[in-house]
């Protein structure tokens, strides 16, 4: 692919905002990945067991008191590579820290997510 999306094809979109997860699932679609989103990490759990992506792009905190931390020890524990997409300054210190991935800080542009995205291609899981 023209793209660079050669083997990060599917990639699991988790955030609990509407506008932001269809932004990313039109600017992902757009740039040639092929989006699975989910609106809570029940979801983005169940999503992985049923089917696993190739990467996930994960907001860290989901609302009321949630954060997407069971996801991401899934997502570790099979070798999926993902980022943090977040403007929580408190969490994303201490998840980034916990997990050792990549963060894309809110409000980010879709070349943002594109090339962060591309990159986890280039790191070890």
């Known amino acids: 692919m023209a793209n660079g999306a050669d083997r990060l094809k599917r990639i699991l979109v988790l955030d609990d ?10 600017s992902l679609s757009e740039a040639g990945f092929t989006p699975v989103t989910a609106s ?10 049923d089917n696993p ?3 996930a792009v994960l907001d860290v905190n989901l609302g009321r008191g ?29 998840m980034v820290t916990r997990f050792e991935v990549p963060i894309v800080a809110k409000p980010s542009s879709p070349e943002d997510i594109r090339q962060a995205i591309l990159s986890l291609e280039a790191e070890p899981c």
Request: charged share 35%; net charge negative.
């Open 17 to 26: 905002e509407a506008l932001i997860l269809m932004d990313l699932e039109f």
């Open 40 to 49: 809570s990490a029940e979801r983005a759990l169940a999503i992985i067991d």
């Open 53 to 55: 992506p190739d990467a």
């Open 66 to 94: 949630k954060t997407c931390e069971p996801v991401a020890a899934r997502l570790k524990d099979i070798g999926v590579p993902f980022l943090l997409h977040t403007g929580d300054l408190d969490r994303r210190g201490e």
